[in-house]
């Protein structure tokens, strides 16, 4: 075994995936997570912990792993983490714990990810499940959003004794992991449902169908419904349009709206369901979610363009995902900006008008800032186009909420580094905070916002 690289993973081919929505990673076996866990250098100073925005001992799972002792390892994640086979698939590791390995200096980092991930599959397929407290400690707090977020909070305070319920305002508990990420990437039933149970079975009630701001307000649920504290985690669900000619066309998407239709309408299971099938699809954005709108199009059986300003070593996207993505055939218009998306008589798109790009000096972000380039402009012929430019937060709550202060992002207000808000008893956190992140950003701010909570009542809280 050649210690500098890490023991490769099975997938689908990318021909065979590309015609349907079955996940692409196919997982380690016992055999290869020992094998991969024999990596580890089981640091005296772990910067993978440090790494983590959820803080899992990552050296010690893996040691267990090591040892062939899953279900010891599985006990050890789910002390800090209440979603695991989901962060095991679609957290951005590279950047973060796999990105600060020792291993990765020399060599390719400990795929801590994947490690994760057989450890939890192990558990959900032999029945393992995080431990639910013996007793409750009197106090009711409400959680609004079953997401990422909504969830972890809501887990960790069940496992400290709270009653806690959460509102999720569609019809299945989730958030994004549900309605966002395609199937190929998280299977919903199998994991993201499992999961969920996981959390409820920590003594979590989910009441669905409930919208905050419409269906019951937070100054109802506190002073009316008994709640002493609430955390929002609500995501951040309103899109962002160009605002360029043409937006309003027929065959124009939100990537919100491409991918919740796909995912809440089961096109993943049935390519009949009534849902759009563009022929040629153009993808406007360079992130996780252009990627998966993209690669989901493409399933759905459309010649896919993903047009973004910047170059390839610009996109904001994991590498996996770019590069799953160019295997299947998406076709990368780089250094290209729309500037008109054209229509035909009955207001259909046809077409779109894009200009080309170069790069110039470093913006805010330190990414180069791309310039457009006079006289540059041409069309591509298309039928749609899926707007995948980031979200914000809907503004439903925080205006029917007395006290409650946004910013002028539209972003809830955070006072400190435990989610606490302008109105006392509540707390905030992941993409109702920041804007739209990541699903593991989300997680550590739930994580946050309940050791804040648990403050909040009085606890002495490391």
Same mark, same amino acid.
């Given at each position: 075994?050649?210690?500098?690289k ?8 990318p ?7 079955d996940?692409?990673c196919?997982g380690?076996t016992?055999?290869? $997570?020992?094998?991969e866990?024999?990596r580890?250098l089981?640091c ?10 959820v803080?899992i001992?990552?050296?010690?799972f893996i ?14 994640i789910s ?5 695991p086979?989901v962060?095991?698939?679609?957290c ?5 714990c ?5 291993r990765?200096i020399?060599?390719?980092?400990v ?21 639910a ?11 609004i959003g ?5 969830l972890?909070c ?8 709270y ?13 994004v992991l549900v309605y966002?990420i395609?199937?190929f ?9 499992k999961?969920?149970?996981?959390v ?16 019951v307000?937070?100054d ?7 709640f002493e504290?609430v955390?929002i ?15 309003? $066309?027929?065959?124009?998407f939100?990537?919100?709206e ?8 089961k096109?993943?299971k049935?390519?009949?369901?009534p849902?759009?099938h ?26 896919v363009h993903?047009v973004y300003?910047?170059?390839?070593a610009?996109?904001?996207?994991r ?9 299947e ?8 900006n ?20 170069e790069?110039g000096?470093?913006d ?5 800032r791309?310039?457009e ?13 899926i ?9 439903l ?12 992002r ?6 400190d580094?435990?989610?606490a808000?302008?109105?006392k008893g509540?707390y ?8 739209a992140?990541t699903?593991?950003?989300a ?7 309940a ?7 009085g606890?002495?809280v490391a």
């Amino acid at each position: 075994m050649d210690m500098m690289k890490r023991t490769p993973i099975a997938e689908q081919d990318p021909k065979v995936r590309a015609t349907n929505f079955d996940e692409v990673c196919l997982g380690y076996t016992e055999d290869e $997570a020992v094998e991969e866990a024999g990596r580890c250098l089981n640091c005296k100073n772990p910067r993978c912990v440090g790494g983590c925005p959820v803080s899992i001992n990552i050296p010690a799972f893996i040691q267990e792993v090591k040892n062939r002792n899953f279900e010891k390892a599985y006990e050890i994640i789910s002390e800090s983490s209440a979603l695991p086979a989901v962060c095991g698939r679609v957290c951005p590791q590279e950047s973060q714990c796999e990105g600060v390995c020792v291993r990765g200096i020399k060599g390719e980092a400990v795929a801590i990810g994947k490690l994760e991930r057989f450890v939890a599959d192990w558990a959900r397929k032999n029945g393992i499940k995080p431990k639910a407290p013996e007793t409750k400690n009197g106090h009711k707090v409400a959680v609004i959003g079953a997401g990422p977020s909504g969830l972890t909070c809501a887990g960790d305070l069940a496992k400290a004794g709270y009653d806690v319920t959460i509102f999720e305002a569609l019809h299945k508990a989730g958030g994004v992991l549900v309605y966002g990420i395609p199937e190929f990437r998280l299977p919903k039933d199998e994991v993201v449902a499992k999961e969920v149970e996981n959390v409820k079975g920590l003594g979590v009630k989910i009441d669905t169908d409930v919208i905050v701001g419409k269906s019951v307000t937070i100054d109802e649920l506190m002073n009316e419904k008994g709640f002493e504290a609430v955390f929002i985690g609500s995501g951040a669900g309103l899109p962002r349009f160009m605002g360029i000619p043409g937006e309003q $066309a027929n065959g124009v998407f939100s990537a919100n709206e491409y991918l919740t239709r796909n995912n809440l309408m089961k096109a993943y299971k049935d390519l009949d369901t009534p849902i759009h099938h563009g022929k040629k699809v153009v993808v406007v954005g360079g992130g996780n979610v252009a990627m998966d709108s993209a690669r989901t199009a493409l399933r759905l059986g459309a010649e896919v363009h993903i047009v973004y300003r910047r170059s390839m070593a610009e996109l904001p996207a994991r590498k996996e995902e770019v590069h799953h993505a160019e295997e299947e055939g998406i076709i990368f218009d780089l250094l290209q900006n729309p500037v008109e998306i054209l229509t035909n008589e009955d207001g259909d798109v046809c077409g779109i008008k894009l200009i080309r790009m170069e790069l110039g000096e470093p913006d805010a972000s330190g990414r180069r800032r791309p310039v457009e380039i006079p006289g540059s402009e041409y069309d591509i012929d298309c039928d749609t186009v899926i707007m995948a430019l980031g979200t914000s937060p809907n503004p439903l709550i925080s205006s029917t909420t007395e006290g409650l202060e946004t910013n002028k992002r539209g972003c809830i207000v955070s006072e400190d580094d435990f989610g606490a808000t302008t109105k006392k008893g509540v707390y905030a956190g992941g993409d109702a905070v920041t804007g739209a992140a990541t699903v593991i950003l989300a997680m550590g701010a739930g994580k946050a916002a309940a050791k804040g909570i648990r403050k909040y009542f009085g606890e002495d809280v490391a």
